[in-house]
């Protein structure tokens, strides 16, 4: 998705009676309400990927992934729309409007987001207890960056390329790069 400042200071609970009535969605980021847009086709495409991989891998276990319309609680300071994110919490089994304790969340990479998806939004994300990995994927070549919170609760980044088999340890999956690529026209990858 792609943010368009809206510049509309609210408090969370006005956010949240607000957007409700809202025919768009809408983030929240410390009091800043921002419109949510469509992307790109291969925005749209690499996310439906990621998503499908990560449904079939977790089907039939406790963890549920959601996709683009699921908005994520952070905070009082943020309400997201992640494009991907996984939930194996108890205490959001039930939830119908917003999930609060992801173990991972995947942002497919825009050049009108990637800004705040690498700032305002990671910042926000590192708040959830229960997040274990932060996934940024280009839609523009082939590279996915995993920030992985180690032993000692700092986060790790490793890189993942045209080749490469991706390892998700939250979720105890590894697949292929290629597979989140898939029906995805890159114009800068050599074949």
């Given at each position: ?25 809408y ?50 300071n ?14 959001d ?8 304790h ?7 990479l825009?050049p ?16 959830i ?46 697949f ?16």
């Open positions: 998705m792609v943010a368009i400042p809206n510049y509309q200071y609210m408090t969370p609970q006005e956010y949240l009676d607000w957007e409700e009535q809202q025919p768009l969605k983030e929240y980021i410390n009091g800043e309400v921002v419109a949510m847009t469509g992307g790109t086709v291969n925005h749209g495409t690499v996310a439906a990927n990621c998503f499908y991989q990560l449904k079939t891998h977790l089907r039939g276990g406790c963890c549920r992934p959601f996709i683009f319309d699921v908005k994520l609680g952070v905070s009082e943020g309400f997201h729309y992640p494009d991907v994110m996984v939930n194996c919490d108890e205490r089994k039930r939830a119908t409007k917003v999930i609060y992801p173990c991972l969340i995947v942002e497919v825009s009108s987001t990637e800004a705040i998806d690498r700032g305002k939004k990671f910042q926000n994300y590192r708040q207890s229960t997040l274990k990995e932060y996934i940024l994927i280009s839609a523009e070549q082939m590279i996915v960056e995993c920030f992985r919170l180690n032993e000692k609760s700092l986060w790790e980044l490793q890189t993942y390329n045209q080749g490469d088999e991706i390892d998700l340890m939250s979720v105890d999956f590894k292929p790069i290629k597979l989140l690529y898939e029906d995805v026209i890159l114009e800068n990858l050599e074949k």
